[in-house]
C-alpha cells in the first residue's frame, strides 16, 4: 500500500496557526471520511488527536483541528504551544479493507 | 483505567517466528476492533494486521500477508500477532492499539499500548 504524502516538516513560532497536509487518493482520503492524526513524542507511543477527518477526542485541545477537501485532509494547529513540537502522522481507511499512513511530519515550534 | 499491554517481543534470526501478545483491560474488549501497528527504527508508522471485535474479520497490510495472522481471545482480553517466515525489515516496535469507534474496524485508534520490539537478525 503506498503511503499518504505529508511535508517532512514544518515549523512556527509560540502562538502561531500551522497548517499539516496529508495527500491521498480516491482510494483512501477522497472517499472516505475516515482520516486521523496522531501525535508522536520522541519514544513515545503515538496520540490520536483527530478522528473521522473532524473529531477531537475527549482532551484534546480545540486548538487542534481537522479538514477534507478532495483527497487532501488537513491538520491546524492554532495558538502554537512549545508542547505541541512532535512528529505528526495521519492515516486514512483505503479500500479493500487496510490503513495507510503518511510518512510523518516534524513540527518545530521555534 | 483504559490500558494495552504488549509482551513477547525479542531477537529472532531470519525466517523465525515470533508471537506478541496484547492484554487489554478497563473497556469492553470484544465490542472493539483492534490493530497491530509497527515502526522500524527511525521510521514512520505502518499498519500491519487489524481484526474485528467478534473476531470474524481480518485484514493484512500487503508486506505482512501470508506470513503474519491476528487473533483476539476475548475471553482473556487479549490480542495476538502470529508472525513467521520474518524477515530483517520486520524489525520494529509492535504496537496494539483500540480502535475508538465501537462501529468502525479501520478507523482512528484512541488507545495505544507501550509497544515491544522486535529485531530479526542473525
Known amino acids: 500500500q503506498s503511503a499518504l504524502t505529508q511535508p517532512a516538516s514544518v515549523s512556527g513560532s509560540p502562538g502561531q496557526s500551522i497548517t499539516i497536509s496529508c495527500t491521498g487518493t480516491?482510494?483512501?482520503?477522497?472517499?472516505?471520511?475516515?482520516v486521523s492524526w496522531y501525535q508522536q513524542h520522541p519514544g513515545k507511543a503515538p496520540k490520536l488527536m483527530i478522528s473521522?477527518?473532524?473529531s477531537r477526542p475527549s482532551g484534546v485541545p480545540d486548538r487542534f483541528s481537522g479538514s477534507k477537501s478532495g483527497n487532501t485532509a488537513s491538520l491546524t494547529i492554532s495558538g502554537l504551544q512549545t508542547e505541541d513540537e512532535a512528529d505528526y502522522y495521519c492515516?486514512?481507511?483505503?479500500?479493500?479493507?487496510?490503513?495507510?499512513f503518511g510518512g510523518g511530519t516534524k513540527l518545530t515550534v521555534l | 483505567e483504559v490500558q494495552l499491554l504488549e509482551s513477547g517481543g525479542g531477537l529472532v534470526q531470519p525466517g523465525g517466528s515470533l508471537r506478541l501478545s496484547c492484554a487489554a483491560s478497563?473497556?469492553?474488549?470484544?465490542?472493539?476492533?483492534m490493530s497491530w501497528v509497527r515502526q522500524a527504527p527511525g521510521k514512520g508508522l505502518e499498519w500491519v494486521s487489524g481484526?474485528?471485535?467478534?473476531?470474524?474479520?481480518?485484514y493484512y497490510a500487503d508486506s505482512v500477508k501470508g506470513r503474519f495472522t491476528i487473533s483476539r481471545d476475548n475471553s482473556k482480553n487479549t490480542l495476538h500477532l502470529q508472525m513467521n517466515s520474518l524477515r530483517a525489515e520486520d524489525t520494529a516496535v509492535y504496537y496494539c492499539?483500540?480502535?475508538?469507534?465501537?462501529?468502525?474496524?479501520?478507523?482512528?485508534?484512541?488507545?495505544w499500548g507501550q509497544g515491544t520490539t522486535v529485531t530479526v537478525s542473525s
Open positions: 481484526i474485528r471485535g467478534s473476531g470474524g474479520g481480518t
Open positions: 492515516s486514512s481507511y483505503k479500500s479493500s479493507n487496510t490503513l495507510v
Open positions: 473521522d477527518v473532524s
Open positions: 480516491s482510494s483512501d482520503i477522497g472517499t472516505y471520511n475516515y
Open positions: 478497563g473497556f469492553t474488549f470484544n465490542i472493539y476492533a
Open positions: 492499539a483500540k480502535v475508538r469507534s465501537s462501529i468502525t474496524i479501520l478507523g482512528g485508534m484512541d488507545v
